[in-house]
């Protein structure tokens, strides 16, 4: 199986990979898995930077040097046998990511990094029902449509995509996967609202619930899949991402990635592609009606062992103007490329270095010098072209 430097695929997918490849035993043990990234990244630009790409204290143009995350994972693997079994996984993060994931689904975002910041990320029960071919989660889990994830080590990029602002962070409650077929897998679950372990902490509301599903179909050579979900919260959603807040009475996001290997690369050359979008009611007070698309192309090519090389063009156009959290005002396109080079000094360590050019609306923010930059709303985004330049290194454990 290619590693997850030289074939970009979501952090479930690879995992349920090695899994196959050295199945779990009955009476498996605990184990522990996690990572630590540090990164660095300059920004080139005009102005006051308010790119959704990264966190705030990762858009201002100027460097910004992190440890971004220590992850660690407690897990006890799932059997799937032909009796009922049960497993778990708990994770958290400490750094300066976890600061802002910490901080998602609250009315305030948090003035700036904090490396003592803790973030649980995933704390759930696992059961296999052999009967009806189910994997059941029950607790708090990642969001399950979208393609990057809260862990940059398993993203083909240093930085995140566009696409990633819109999607959910993170749910309490549960998960039914169904595999009636080895090469198709359909999955449904009810939980709160993303982001939100207590809906009181966020703008006063109470309790509030989502519907999620996603489904996918593999081909048989294993070279190919499709991957379609669906996320909508009827009664509304507030505090959608750790980059992205979304304030609406109804709220529904939807997501298709589609992966692809060509067989006469060999595994050298991978394609991917990523569509998402979505649409709300508002909230009168608060927030105008979003409406929003997001188109994302990757391409990874293994240039030589342990060298790769991954391409990233995104495109999104919103009907109001919801990209930075400070302003809501006006729609418009947006844009980016990324070029990432990856070399992995051990199976391990790996460094990567990253260049990123974005473009069109709300690059940056207009702002005189009398204005404070919480006070945006009142102007409308600039449009500047940014250049931003990272570097980073990983230890996998």
């Known amino acids: 199986m290619a590693s997850p430097e030289s074939q970009a695929e979501p952090e479930r997918e690879v995992r349920e990979a090695q899994i196959a490849e050295t199945p779990p035993s009955r009476e498996a043990d605990l184990k522990l898995t996690g990572y630590v990234d540090g990164t660095y990244l300059y920004n080139f630009g005009p102005g006051s930077a308010a790119s959704p790409l990264d966190f705030p204290t990762d858009t201002i143009p100027q460097g910004d040097l992190n440890l971004s995350a220590l992850w660690l994972r407690l897990e006890k693997p799932l059997t799937k ?11 958290v993060m400490l750094g300066e990511d976890a600061t802002y994931y ?19 990320g995933e704390a759930f029960a696992k059961f296999w029902v052999p009967d009806a071919q189910m994997e059941m989660w029950v607790g708090k889990f990642q969001a ?13 990029c240093i930085t995140f995509g566009i696409a990633d602002a819109f999607m959910p962070q993170d749910n309490v409650g549960w998960l039914a996967i169904f595999s009636p077929y080895p090469l198709f897998d359909i999955a449904a679950g009810v939980a709160n609202c993303s982001g939100e372990s207590n809906d009181l902490g966020s703008f006063g509301v109470g309790d509030e619930i989502s519907v999620m599903s996603y489904a996918k179909i593999q081909n048989p050579q294993g070279n190919a ?28 996001a939807w997501n298709l990635i589609g992966q692809w290997s060509p067989s006469f690369a060999s595994g050298d050359w991978n394609l991917t592609f990523d569509l998402t979008g979505g649409s709300g009611t508002g909230d009168p007070g608060v927030e105008a ?3 929003y698309v997001t188109t994302g192309l990757y391409s990874t090519w293994t240039l030589m062992e342990p060298v790769t090389l991954t391409g990233r063009a995104e495109y999104v156009h919103t009907s109001n103007y919801v990209l930075p959290k400070t302003t809501r005002f006006s729609g418009g396109d947006y844009y980016d490329y990324t070029l990432t080079l990856a070399v992995k000094i051990t199976e391990q360590l790996v460094w990567r270095g990253e260049g990123r050019l974005a473009w069109g609306a709300g690059t940056t923010l207009s702002a005189d010098s009398n204005q404070n930059i919480l006070d945006v709303p009142l102007y409308p985004p600039a449009s500047n072209s940014l250049w931003t330049l990272a570097t980073e290194i990983y230890f996998r454990f």
């Open 289 to 291: 009606p979003t409406t």
């Open 144 to 156: 399950i449509i979208g393609y990057e994830t809260i862990w940059r080590p398993d993203n083909p």
């Open 225 to 252: 899949c499709l991957q379609p979900g669906f996320y909508i919260t009827p009664w509304g959603t507030h505090g959608a991402n750790a980059r992205v807040s979304i304030d609406q009475n109804l709220y529904y």
């Open 102 to 120: 910490a901080s998602a689904g609250t009315a305030n975002s948090p003035g700036g990094p904090d490396s003592s910041s803790i973030y649980l």
């Open 81 to 91: 046998s032909n009796s009922l079994e049960a497993g778990l996984q708990v994770g």
